[in-house]
């Protein structure tokens, strides 16, 4: 009854380092420099280094746009 749990999921998270802006960082620990687009934009459908399906992990995106919107918005106030 618990085969489809989240913490048996066998996928990959890929996340974008905003520091470098192209090198994305695997939940596995690979380190993979796309020059444009992201991972799924590119046709990668799983992850290069343990095969599990990528998936691109844009929670951490949609945070870091809201308080660079809220900034930017107090600096054009
Ligand atoms: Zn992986």
Request: hydrophobic share 30%; net charge negative; aromatic share 10%.
């Amino acid at each position: 009854m618990s085969e489809s749990t989240l913490t048996t999921s066998p996928t990959c998270s890929w996340g974008l380092d905003t520091e470098d802006g192209n090198t994305w960082t695997s939940q596995c620990g690979g380190y993979f420099t796309i020059n444009e687009g992201t991972p799924t934009e590119n046709g990668m459908k799983f992850c290069l280094y343990c095969g599990h399906p990528l998936v691109e992990d844009d929670e951490d995106f949609s945070i870091f746009d809201e308080a660079l919107a809220m900034t930017r918005a107090a600096v054009a106030d």
